[in-house]
């Protein structure tokens, strides 16, 4: 159906911007690689106490940590003491390597990360 509602050449994959697989509008639909599609996956659900993408808790620290995936590689952004210094880290560096298709726990939030 993707497709029929926008050209795709045949070696690039549709990707919802919004990331609600259902809003077929062309104005949400976007080509995409393999990678860029993954790049704005949901949260997936894990034994992880947040509700935010790219964190899990500590239990020995006490802390937050944030991480985050890129080219199979797994990259540690840090521990916090809060949970949402944590996520706005994670949005910080899922905007750098993603750029567009990042998927962000804060998406209307503009650049308030922290240090």
Not at 89 to 94: N, Q, R, S, T
Request: hydrophobic fraction near 30%; proline fraction near 3%; glycine fraction near 4%.
């Amino acid at each position: 159906m993707h497709r029929e509602v926008i050209d795709i050449p045949a070696h690039l994959f549709c990707d919802h911007a919004n990331g609600y697989g259902l809003d077929n509008r062309a104005a949400n639909l976007r080509p995409a690689t393999v990678s860029q599609n993954l790049y704005n996956r949901s949260k997936t659900k894990s034994k992880t106490r947040s509700k935010y993408k790219g964190l899990e808790w500590d239990k020995i620290q006490k802390k937050w940590k944030a991480r985050i995936q890129h080219n199979g590689r797994k990259i540690y952004l840090g521990s916090y003491s809060n949970e949402i210094d944590a996520a706005k880290a994670y949005d910080k560096k899922a905007k750098q390597l993603f750029k567009e298709f990042a998927r962000l726990n804060f998406p209307n939030v503009k650049c308030v990360y922290p240090k």
